[in-house]
């Protein structure tokens, strides 16, 4: 059998990974954009900040695609697919023999209709090469726009604080991120931006204007008045690229709709990571969910068992401070404190109906790690001992 993988983000390389991992011989081709498949969560901290270069991004090195007879064909990518003649078309016009596909083609930084948004000066961050592009911009004492407090926005506005940049941060919500890690954390998680030297507004932005002395933002609610920037960055989401699939015949809806096993309408191709989005729920656009599509991928070509679901997870960084949080916070009908924020480390425990449904932590992985378990198992907790720090979380997971 011969599969092409279209796409080598962290779905793409996971999915050729866990094939060759389960013992598939057969041909396997991994098509990608870049120089190399590379990771990239660290665009938006080490790499901006300029503590890690490309190489150090890399997802393999550079030899293990030799030795796991994957064939990588780099700063290409494909411009067609044709599922039922098995053949996959990529620019230039070289044609691959394919008996299934995998489509990881991931998405694009969204760009909002926001007069002036096509200036120069406003940036988004998904690739390598928008992280140079803006980093160029971070001068120490550059005025920094940043729009969208979610996780981009606020890694980007904590590493450009950190290079000098004088950071102005705006949202309209006046608690970002309040769904995921629940209200309290949230809000001051929110509030160390300000506590650490950025201005944080609560506004959206009705336009852009360019100005002798740089772009000018103006903010919805006229509250806040109009404010000249050196540079911009839109950290507002991003958009599935479903094109090729589109083209292909393949349904698409808010992305790639896949069933079990990743696979889309047409059984031929599948589909993984931050473009594909089950019938059922939402696209799932974290690192490790993307993991994960990449390995269901791979069992469903090699007709394994999948890998037993587990409760979702992902983490940020900033300030230096990390973060983590694990399972659907937004479905909690109580909340449990686990210390102070103010301590070196402290977690916020999600309960519904006397079961943990989520957790997020500060400086404490531990505590996600034990509160996934919770979740993973449907163990009862008292909210009593979930809330003392002196009482040991592996005691709770023993019952």
Not at 47 to 58: N, P, S
Request: proline content about 6%; aromatic content about 4%.
């Amino acid at each position: 059998m011969k599969v092409v993988v279209a796409g080598g983000g962290i779905a793409g390389v996971s999915t050729v990974a866990a094939l060759r991992a389960g013992g598939f011989d057969g041909d396997l081709t991994l098509v990608d954009g870049g120089e190399f498949p590379y990771d990239r969560p660290p665009l938006s901290k080490e790499f901006l900040a300029g503590a890690k270069d490309l190489k150090q991004l890399a997802l393999q090195s550079a030899h293990w695609y030799d030795e796991h007879g994957v064939r990588l064909i780099s700063q290409t990518r494909v411009t067609a697919l044709r599922p039922a003649g098995g053949v996959v078309e990529l620019a230039g016009g070289l044609l691959l023999r394919a008996d299934r596909v995998v489509l990881a083609t991931g998405g694009g930084a969204a760009r909002p209709p926001i007069p002036g948004g096509d200036s120069e000066r406003v940036h988004v961050l998904r690739t390598v090469e928008d992280a140079d592009r803006l980093r160029a911009a971070l001068a120490p004492g550059a005025r920094l726009l940043v729009v969208g407090a979610g996780l981009i926005g606020a890694e980007v506005a904590s590493t450009a604080l950190g290079l000098g940049c004088e950071v102005v941060l705006a949202d309209p919500l006046a608690t970002p991120l309040a769904a995921a890690l629940g209200a309290e954390l949230a809000a001051w998680l929110h509030g160390l931006h300000a506590r650490r030297g950025i201005v944080t507004l609560r506004a959206g932005v009705e336009s852009f204007a360019e100005t002798a002395s740089g772009i000018e933002a103006r903010f919805s609610g006229g509250f806040e008045p109009p404010r000249v920037f050196d540079a911009v960055v839109l950290g507002v989401g991003m958009v599935p690229e479903t094109a090729l699939a589109a083209a292909a015949g393949l349904e698409v809806e808010r992305g790639i709709v896949v069933g079990p096993g990743q696979i889309t309408s047409n059984p031929a191709v599948l589909a993984v990571g931050d473009a594909a989005r089950t019938r059922q729920g939402p696209r799932a656009e974290h690192w490790e969910a993307g993991r994960h599509d990449g390995e269901r991928a791979a069992a469903t070509l090699l007709g394994t068992r999948a890998p037993a679901p587990t409760a979702p997870w992902f983490w940020t960084d900033r300030h230096g401070r990390h973060v983590e949080a694990v399972g659907h916070m937004a479905a909690a009908d109580q909340v449990v404190v686990r210390g102070s924020f103010d301590d070196p480390a402290c977690s916020v425990f999600g309960l519904r109906d006397g079961l943990v449904v989520a957790a997020a932590a500060v400086d404490d992985p531990n505590a996600v790690r034990a509160a996934r378990r919770m979740i993973d198992r449907r163990m009862p907790a008292d909210a009593g001992r979930l809330s003392d720090p002196g009482v040991n979380l592996r005691a709770l997971l023993r019952g």
